[in-house]
């Protein structure tokens, strides 16, 4: 039974008496009486629409996710619940991981695709099989809200956690219990894994960036800047770069390759905007790693070209703060959820994306 539901959008209501006609990825809408063409939308991906609504959701949605090819979305929402969804056709939501006891705030695809890690003020940590989407592992050991998680892209199955109880945990899915924790002064909300899963980042309410030697146990390097709570991280595809969004209203680029120069900051990027919701809003790369995407408060959508730093789209459509977007692994897709209940997938011009 499906309990969620989505629906194509704008150009299927151009014309209501249209027909809808799709050739070579080019869509045309004829009068039903005079077969004149009245309007062409060049198609760049395989969505079913150039932008599709996803509704079924209780509560806000504060994080989405693509799976490693591209074909299912995993989201998680306050309502307590994961959905996943069709990228592809109706965009239907196939099935719903129930287990947490409190709202999802991040959520993360392994990257072989098929598990997802799960992390909620419940205190806890889930680990899903998300082919069958039974619960397989709950990690129970921070003492109190679990803001955020990541797996390590390599090699043992690690998970590292961050929590208001000011640890980071180190976690194996082959083990019972955390292998190591990361104390910390003040609360932690944004952590990543170096691209060899040697070194961990964490970000918190200090607005400092930690990175972590996990052979020594201790911080190796400050990265400071940010002026104002750390609320999301991503590295950079090809591991170089780490990626930082706070609620100074900048995002940040990061040299993180060995021997780079003191002041790590290549990049500031700015634009959206966080408000007094305090929300924890992510940010991501594309692909290519030419482009970076965040949401924002003010109900849009950003993405940036991080050579020029200049702002390519900012795109409407959303009626409530926008939680994490992310850039679909193969196509010129972008996806967004938010605070209003909804995610969006819309396609975005190949030219300026790929």
Known sequence: MLVASSKREPEDALLPAAKRQQTDGVVSLFDGDSKKLVNAIKRTSGLESPIMLLTGHQGAIYTMKFHPEGNVIASGSHDKDIFLWH?????????????HRNAVLDLHWTSDGSKIISASPDK???????????????MSEHSSFVNCC????????????????GTAKLWDLRHRG???????????????????????YTGGIDNEIKVWDLRKNEVMMHLQGHTDTITGMELSPDGSYLLSNAMDCTLRIWDMRPYAPQNRCVKILTGHQHNFEKNLLKCSWSSDGSKVTAGSADRMVYVWDTTSR????KLPGHSGSVNECNFHPKEP???SCGSDKQIYLGEIDSKNLY
């Open 87 to 99: 990228v592809y056709g109706e965009c239907d939501n196939f099935m719903v991981l129930k287990g």
């Open 124 to 138: 806890t940590l889930r680990a899903w099989d998300a082919e069958v989407g039974r619960q397989i592992k709950k």
């Open 150 to 165: 990541c797996p390590a892209r390599r090699g043992p199955p690690l998970v590292v956690s961050g929590s208001d109880d």
């Open 178 to 200: 955390a292998v190591q924790t990361l104390p910390d002064k003040f609360q932690i909300t944004a952590v990543g894994f170096s691209d060899a899963a040697d070194k961990i």
């Open 310 to 313: 200049r702002i390519l789209y």
């Open 333 to 335: 897709i972008i996806g």
